[in-house]
Each structure stands twice: as structure tokens, then as C-alpha cells.
């Protein structure tokens, strides 16, 4: 059986609040630090979290969102509390306010962490160093659509909209792309 990918671990996560009208509410689990938990229903192909974009940021870091091939944000609360997953249950789109909206891949039922996969729009990942999602298949280290996309297997229904635009030679990320990953040199994105 498909391990789901499960709301927090038992007992000791602190829910911050809930996010009104929106069915999600922020928890932290000792284990992941802030997660997206659903507090209802969400249909295939509903959205679930829009996320605006709060500040262009001029690199990437451990939480921002590649939207563009040289253009990395951060996005709003709860978009940006959002974890990885390598079974994810959201997809991303662009949206209008140049952020991305997340959409149900699934039905997602109350106490369910909601999920997404940084691969689909990172095209070199820093953020997850050593992937706790738990899913069945996790690939353990996210490294970033340039190394996913390798495998044809993969057909990913959602993906940022820069990368189906050809990349520029003189992109940050085709040129972070020639750089030696260095293991377990940057923090992981989940735990923090
Ligand atoms: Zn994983």
C-alpha cells in the first residue's frame, strides 16, 4: 500500500493557528518544523493555497521559489510553509501575481499535511539536503528538475512555466547547474 503522505507525527506538533477560510492551518512538527495541514476537503484539481509573491529575492535560497530562470521569490504565508514531498498531493501553476497556486493532484482529506514537489520548479535545489517526506519511492536528495527531468519516466503534470522556455547560456542556474553539489553543505529546507 501507498504510504500517504501523513498529516504531522503523533503527539507532539503544535498547531499555530488556523488560516481562516482556507482549510489549512500551520502546525509545527518537531521533526519537519512548519508544515500546511488541510482542516477539510479538497477536490482533484481544486486549489488549495495561492501564493503571492512577498519579496523578489535576488538568489535562491533554502525557501524561495524559482519563477523564472534567473527569478527567485518568496511567496506568502501558508505557500511558503508548503514542504516537499516526493509523493506529493499539490501541483504547482504560475498564477497572475507571479507567484504560483497549488493544485489538488488528489483528494486531500482533513489532517493531511499538504504537500509539493520542489523539483518541479527548482532547476538546481538547495532546500532539501535529506528529504524526510516518507513517501514510498522518496528519492532521498532533491536535487533540482535539471538532474529529474533526466529520467523520461518522470512526467510530472504540473511544472513551473519558465521551464518550458528554452534556458539562456548566461542563466545563475544553468551555471549553478556546472557546480559540484557539495552534500549536506546547505540545510535541508524541512526542519527548519
Ligand atoms: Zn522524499
Known sequence: MRQRDSGVGAGEA??????DGAGLQIVV???KGRCVVS???FA???TVVVGDVERIVPTRTTHSFQVGWDSHVDLTTPARDINHSCDPNTGIRDNDRGGFDFIALREIGPDEEITWDYETSEYVSIA????LCGATGCRSVIRGYR???ADPSWQPSH???YLSEPAPESSDSVLAALQPVEAGAQAPRQGR
Open 14 to 19: 503544535r498547531i499555530t493557528g488556523n488560516i
Open 29 to 31: 512538527d518537531p521533526d
Open 39 to 41: 482542516t477539510s476537503e
Open 44 to 46: 482533484i484539481g481544486q
Open 128 to 131: 532539501v539536503s535529506r528529504c
Open 147 to 149: 538532474y529529474r527531468s
Open 159 to 161: 511544472l513551473a512555466g
